[in-house]
Nanobody, 124 residues
Framework: QVQLVESGGGLVQAGGSLSLSCAAS????????MGWFRQAPGKEREFVAG????????YYADAVEGRFTISRDNAKNTVSLQMNNLKPEDTALYYC?????????????????WGQGTQVTVSS
């Protein structure tokens, strides 16, 4: 089992940057592809970014491609999301997740373990 704790959310003006971090417990962290999802009020949770076991492959939602960067450090059991040029529509609760391994291989990105989320608010 993997336990996940996010940090780094906050309030930022449009065009600004934030960096989210997710700390994982458990010795199996490196055996999971990892991802970030978000959920805005009144909307369904959506995939934002994913990273492979070793960090060698990444995927991004079209809405964040070119602005967000996901990375991981398996030695420190952490995964990060650097968010630049933030827009008001990026406002949401952001969740860190350890992805189902099979879902990574099929590009369906299904979360198996979830953190509690960290709020990101972008003002216009």
């Amino acid at each position: 089992q993997v336990q996940l704790v996010e940090s780094g959310g906050g309030l930022v003006q449009a065009g600004g940057s934030l960096s989210l971090s997710c700390a994982a417990s458990g010795r199996t962290f490196s055996s999971y592809p990892m991802g970030w999802f978000r959920q805005a009020p009144g909307k369904e949770r959506e995939f934002v970014a994913g990273i492979s076991w070793s960090g060698g492959r990444t995927y991004y939602a079209d809405a964040v491609e070119g602005r967000f960067t996901i990375s991981r450090d398996n030695a420190k059991n952490t995964v990060s999301l650097q968010m630049n040029n933030l827009k008001p529509e990026d406002t949401a609760l952001y969740y860190c997740t350890a992805l189902e391994r099979s879902s990574w291989l099929s590009n369906s990105f299904i979360g198996r373990y979830w953190g509690q989320g960290t709020q990101v608010t972008v003002s216009s």
